[in-house]
């Protein structure tokens, strides 16, 4: 896929930025002018890595015992972008003179990013210039910029300007919930170095300590003179080159960051694997890059027929997903990637039941690592739970990057209880599509088991039912309620699933106690998911998303104009607490992840009620309601959500791309083609499908990885089609029969 835009528009810098990023899921770049912009134009300088932050303590006026002591934000690291560049004199800026064959490209196949443009300056001097930029998926820790100046119909001298700035400060708004409220410094610059053409820094992140480290130097062709020279805040490399006309400079910039999560001696480290880049030209890392991208997609391919935009944006998210997604068991995915600031690069449950679908389906060892990186929070979880005052037990927190909570606002923060079923969820599925028995004891157990013990001393029974009060579930516009359904359904399934894999351990030979169990806990486990509540109401024929949302006043949602959405940015919580209104999918996504049981016709007319209730100010809202279309038939509902979902970034319809992508809906397309098209549902027995064909598209296409096998399933007019491309045979079930797929298997759509 290519994304293109052409001409320089001054109100989609910011956008663009986004839009364009480079990052390899451990390091992110946006696609900021190497050369600045002007004061007032709108635009977010940054680089990251992912896991990699400040700490500063919250302040609340008035404290009560168990709010977030400390926020984390993911830090803006030291930035290497900046290349001004000076022709015969003349400052070159695309604000000023003329910009003329102005594009910006990202090639996903390809990994990298291009800008390039004819520029007339003041003076009249006609300049083409090209920067092009990947972050290395080969060597996560590698940033390049190439940079080419042709003179057209001048020469003289060409200078540029690389520079390496460590006085960053953080993006903001204060009227923004979903951002930073004021702007800050979250690093201190331990010491900036110009040495033997290698420009250094190393800072220190205010409140954690971590420390990150950058290393620049510059490749050339012909003769350029080097000076380097350092002060307290940056470190500048300044080249010199006489130029003919039609003469071109190739200039390569290296950017090497490290940091002290993952290399106990960031600098010494930055320096060692910029020395060893810094050997191979552009082209060998374009050519590794391409490469990796090829070796990706044979592994992820996927497609949409008869919609152009819909397959672009299907490939595009795939893409950002992998560039979203921490690979190596310390960065899991922040909401935003690694292509902004929004939420400050805080990690949710986003990830578990947004994006974790698509990297197990299709790279389950990429998998593994994200589940490594919540078993690394368990520590902090269990902490989090006692702060919370249960006496044991692990309460995995709403927003977080190292694992301590973040949210100032605990009734749409800490109360999600439902984030440690999120992350049971990710455990138990892996194990069902792997089968890695081994992973699940040392690395999944462990997580299962306290998180579930959350569960018993956060419910309680009463009259015969196991109930859980006062939490919130994913519709973060009804908070601290009893019994959210979505909540007690992922909570029911998270113990009968801990109790499966049990049963799995035992088979091997160990014993309860060995596996880490307390005397009779099995049995408990067991007795609240059996006797768990779950509110259906009767009268209606739906699930009730709690005790008190079919009580309260009703909103007209239609009166509300245009403008007043997101609610969140307008009314007040209580206004909104107090009515008949959903953010986002609710007990929808419940009946999504957890159907079994529930009768058609009230999976039906729970879909219905809350559709007419749901404003979907949340990107993770309109892929569900799609994929629940797809279920009960509406197939032309089914399109028109998935439409507005997959195309969200491209065309930034909730006006917000510009902090950063929208990872967790980028998942939701894929699993809106898999899960909603493709009727696609992960059970005990192995895969099952229910394949439909909405109108607006000609077909569909999806690879899936299962127990080691690879299978492509294809959807067209002419039916459905399962191709067993790598493995052994593979049992699935369409529509509810069982078919043994061993090479080729063709049915006819129902």
Same mark, same amino acid.
């Given at each position: 896929?290519?994304?293109?835009?052409?001409?320089?528009?001054?109100?989609?810098?910011?956008?663009?930025?986004?839009?364009?990023?480079?990052?390899?899921?451990?390091?992110?770049?946006?696609?900021?002018?190497?050369?600045?912009?002007?004061?007032?134009?709108?635009?977010?300088?940054?680089?990251?890595?992912?896991?990699?932050?400040?700490?500063?303590?919250?302040?609340?006026?008035?404290?009560?015992?168990?709010?977030?002591?400390?926020?984390?934000?993911?830090?803006?690291?030291?930035?290497?972008?900046?290349?001004?560049?000076?022709?015969?004199?003349?400052?070159?800026?695309?604000?000023?003179?003329?910009?003329?064959?102005?594009?910006?490209?990202?090639?996903?196949?390809?990994?990298?990013?291009?800008?390039?443009?004819?520029?007339?300056?003041?003076?009249?001097?006609?300049?083409?210039?090209?920067?092009?930029?990947?972050?290395?998926?080969?060597?996560?820790?590698?940033?390049?910029?190439?940079?080419?100046?042709?003179?057209?119909?001048?020469?003289?001298?060409?200078?540029?300007?690389?520079?390496?700035?460590?006085?960053?400060?953080?993006?903001?708004?204060?009227?923004?919930?979903?951002?930073?409220?004021?702007?800050?410094?979250?690093?201190?610059?331990?010491?900036?170095?110009?040495?033997?053409?290698?420009?250094?820094?190393?800072?220190?992140?205010?409140?954690?300590?971590?420390?990150?480290?950058?290393?620049?130097?510059?490749?050339?062709?012909?003769?350029?003179?080097?000076?380097?020279?350092?002060?307290? =805040?940056? %470190?500048? #490399? !300044? $080249?010199?080159?006489? /130029?003919?006309?039609?003469?071109?400079? @190739? *200039?390569?910039?290296?950017?090497?960051?490290?940091?002290?999560?993952?290399?106990?001696?960031?600098?010494?480290?930055?320096?060692?694997?910029?020395?060893?880049?810094?050997?191979?030209?552009?082209?060998?890392?374009?050519?590794?890059?391409?490469?990796?991208?090829?070796?990706?997609?044979?592994?992820?391919?996927?497609?949409?027929?008869?919609?152009?935009?819909?397959?672009?944006?299907?490939?595009?998210?795939?893409?950002?997903?992998?560039?979203?997604?921490?690979?190596?068991?310390?960065?899991?995915?922040?909401?935003?990637?690694?292509?902004?600031?929004?939420?400050?690069?805080?990690?949710?449950?986003?990830?578990?039941?947004?994006?974790?679908?698509?990297?197990?389906?299709?790279?389950? =060892?990429? %998998?593994? #690592? !994200? $589940?490594?990186?919540? /078993?690394?929070?368990?520590?902090?979880? @269990? *902490?989090?739970?006692?702060?919370?005052?249960?006496?044991?037990?692990?309460?995995?927190?709403?927003?977080?990057?190292?694992?301590?909570?973040?949210?100032?606002?605990?009734?749409?923060?800490?109360?999600?209880?439902?984030?440690?079923?999120?992350?049971?969820?990710?455990?138990?599925?892996?194990?069902?599509?792997?089968?890695?028995?081994?992973?699940?004891?040392?690395?999944?157990?462990?997580?299962?088991?306290?998180?579930?013990?959350?569960?018993?001393?956060?419910?309680?029974?009463?009259?015969?039912?196991?109930?859980?009060?006062?939490?919130?579930?994913?519709?973060?516009?009804?908070?601290?309620?009893?019994?959210?359904?979505?909540?007690?359904?992922?909570?029911?399934?998270?113990?009968?699933?801990?109790?499966?894999? !049990?049963?799995?351990?035992?088979?091997?030979?160990?014993?309860?106690?060995? *596996?880490?169990?307390?005397?009779?806990?099995?049995?408990?486990?067991?007795?609240?998911?059996?006797?768990?509540?779950?509110?259906?109401?009767?009268?209606?024929?739906?699930?009730?998303?709690?005790?008190?949302?079919?009580?309260?006043?009703?909103?007209?949602?239609?009166?509300?104009?245009?403008?007043?959405?997101?609610?969140?940015?307008?009314?007040?919580?209580?206004?909104?607490?107090?009515?008949?209104?959903?953010?986002?999918?609710?007990?929808?996504?419940?009946?999504?992840?957890?159907?079994?049981?529930?009768?058609?016709?009230?999976?039906?007319?729970?879909?219905?009620?809350?559709?007419?209730?749901?404003?979907?100010?949340?990107?993770?809202?309109?892929?569900?309601?799609?994929?629940?279309?797809?279920?009960?038939?509406?197939?032309?509902?089914?399109?028109?959500?998935?439409?507005?979902?997959?195309?969200?970034?491209?065309?930034?319809?909730?006006?917000?791309?510009?902090?950063?992508?929208?990872?967790?809906?980028?998942?939701?397309?894929?699993?809106?083609?898999?899960?909603?098209?493709?009727?696609?549902?992960?059970?005990?027995?192995?895969?099952?499908?229910?394949?439909?064909?909405?109108?607006?598209?000609?077909?569909?296409?999806?690879?899936?990885?299962?127990?080691?096998?690879?299978?492509?399933?294809?959807?067209?007019?002419?039916?459905?089609?399962?191709?067993?491309?790598?493995?052994?045979?593979?049992?699935?079930?369409?529509?509810?029969?069982?078919?043994?797929?061993?090479?080729?298997?063709?049915?006819?759509?129902?």
């Amino acid at each position: 896929m290519l994304l293109s835009r052409e001409g320089l528009a001054e109100g989609e810098i910011a956008l663009r930025e986004t839009l364009f990023h480079t990052a390899n899921g451990y390091l992110g770049l946006r696609a900021c002018f190497e050369e600045g912009v002007p004061d007032g134009v709108r635009s977010v300088r940054g680089t990251y890595i992912n896991g990699f932050y400040a700490s500063a303590p919250i302040f609340y006026e008035e404290r009560l015992h168990g709010f977030a002591k400390n926020q984390q934000s993911m830090a803006n690291l030291p930035d290497a972008q900046g290349m001004g560049v000076t022709l015969s004199g003349e400052t070159f800026s695309c604000f000023e003179g003329q910009a003329e064959r102005f594009e910006q490209t990202l090639d996903t196949r390809k990994g990298t990013y291009a800008r390039s443009l004819e520029w007339t300056s003041p003076d009249g001097r006609k300049t083409a210039l090209a920067f092009r930029r990947l972050a290395s998926f080969d060597l996560p820790q590698l940033a390049l910029i190439r940079l080419e100046i042709t003179p057209l119909n001048w020469c003289g001298e060409i200078e540029v300007s690389s520079t390496l700035q460590g006085d960053v400060t953080q993006d903001f708004d204060p009227n923004d919930p979903r951002k930073a409220h004021h702007g800050k410094k979250l690093m201190d610059v331990v010491g900036l170095s110009a040495k033997d053409g290698t420009l250094t820094a190393l800072v220190e992140a205010r409140g954690s300590g971590l420390r990150a480290a950058c290393a620049v130097t510059h490749r050339w062709e012909g003769d350029i003179d080097q000076e380097v020279s350092a002060n307290a =805040q940056s %470190a500048i #490399a !300044l $080249l010199k080159m006489e /130029a003919a006309a039609a003469q071109t400079l @190739r *200039l390569t910039k290296y950017c090497v960051y490290t940091d002290s999560r993952r290399f106990p001696a960031p600098l010494a480290s930055a320096r060692e694997l910029l020395e060893s880049a810094a050997e191979h030209p552009f082209a060998f890392w374009a050519m590794r890059q391409e490469e990796y991208l090829g070796r990706f997609r044979g592994e992820t391919r996927c497609g949409i027929e008869g919609n152009d935009l819909l397959d672009a944006s299907l490939e595009y998210s795939a893409y950002c997903l992998l560039s979203s997604a921490g690979q190596d068991g310390v960065g899991n995915v922040s909401s935003k990637g690694l292509s902004g600031e929004g939420y400050e690069g805080h990690y949710f449950w986003d990830t578990e039941i947004y994006v974790f679908p698509f990297i197990l389906l299709t790279r389950p =060892q990429a %998998a593994r #690592a !994200l $589940l490594e990186s919540r /078993a690394l929070m368990l520590g902090e979880a @269990r *902490l989090h739970a006692r702060e919370m005052g249960h006496p044991k037990g692990a309460l995995y927190a709403w927003r977080t990057i190292a694992g301590a909570e973040c949210s100032s606002y605990f009734p749409s923060g800490s109360a999600q209880y439902h984030i440690n079923g999120a992350v049971a969820h990710a455990f138990l599925d892996y194990w069902s599509a792997t089968g890695d028995l081994a992973f699940m004891e040392r690395t999944g157990l462990p997580v299962l088991l306290d998180t579930a013990r959350l569960w018993l001393d956060a419910g309680h029974w009463h009259q015969g039912a196991f109930r859980i009060d006062s939490v919130t579930g994913p519709d973060e516009y009804s908070c601290v309620v009893n019994n959210n359904y979505y909540t007690n359904r992922s909570a029911q399934a998270h113990l009968r699933g801990l109790l499966r894999l !049990l049963e799995a351990l035992r088979g091997t030979g160990k014993s309860e106690a060995e *596996l880490g169990f307390e005397p009779g806990e099995p049995e408990e486990f067991s007795k609240a998911a059996e006797g768990m509540y779950l509110p259906l109401d009767a009268g209606l024929g739906i699930l009730a998303q709690d005790d008190a949302f079919l009580r309260k006043q009703e909103l007209d949602l239609g009166a509300i104009p245009k403008e007043r959405f997101p609610l969140l940015m307008h009314y007040h919580p209580l206004f909104l607490y107090r009515h008949q209104v959903c953010k986002q999918a609710d007990a929808v996504l419940a009946m999504m992840l957890y159907e079994d049981g529930i009768p058609p016709e009230v999976m039906r007319a729970t879909y219905t009620y809350y559709e007419k209730r749901t404003t979907h100010d949340s990107s993770l809202s309109e892929c569900v309601f799609s994929i629940m279309a797809a279920r009960i038939g509406d197939t032309e509902k089914a399109f028109g959500y998935y439409r507005r979902s997959a195309a969200l970034d491209l065309e930034n319809t909730h006006g917000n791309t510009g902090d950063g992508i929208h990872a967790a809906n980028m998942g939701g397309c894929w699993m809106g083609v898999a899960y909603g098209f493709g009727g696609l549902r992960i059970g005990e027995s192995g895969l099952s499908f229910r394949p439909c064909l909405p109108g607006g598209i000609d077909g569909y296409s999806f690879t899936l990885r299962w127990r080691g096998s690879r299978a492509v399933v294809k959807v067209s007019r002419d039916g459905i089609q399962f191709d067993l491309t790598d493995g052994a045979a593979l049992p699935v079930r369409v529509y509810g029969e069982t078919h043994r797929l061993a090479g080729t298997l063709r049915l006819p759509l129902a």
